[in-house]
Nanobody, 116 residues
């Protein structure tokens, strides 16, 4: 059974930092793309960042230069370092691991709230 356990969300003032973690278990994730998505109230879920096993990263334009995604393959864990946070970064952040449309898994989500 695949499990994705997220941690690190919370409340922070604008300009502050948070680090999200997501530990995956239940399958061999070596070939999976790992990533983070977010959903703000009343909006659709959107891509934040993804990273391949070879550490090729992709970012949404809105977070480039502020967020850094990384992964620890030996632990099947993906991280999201978020700096210079803005109120518009507020939302529920979801961990995702994906190999194919069939093998596509989501975490339960962790709330990030940035106050102005």
């Amino acid at each position: 059974q695949v499990q994705l356990v997220e941690s690190g969300g919370g409340l922070v003032q604008a300009g502050g930092s948070l680090r999200l973690s997501c530990a995956a278990s239940g399958r061999d994730f070596r070939l999976y793309v790992m990533g983070w998505y977010r959903q703000a109230p009343g909006k659709q879920r959107e891509l934040v960042a993804t990273i391949t096993r070879g550490n090729s990263a992709n970012y949404a334009d809105s977070v480039k230069g502020r967020f850094t995604i990384s992964r620890e393959n030996a632990k099947d864990t993906v991280y999201l370092q978020m700096n210079s946070l803005k109120p518009e970064d507020t939302g529920v952040y979801y961990c995702n691991v994906r190999y194919s449309p069939t093998y596509n898994y989501w975490g339960q989500g962790t709330q990030v709230t940035v106050s102005s």
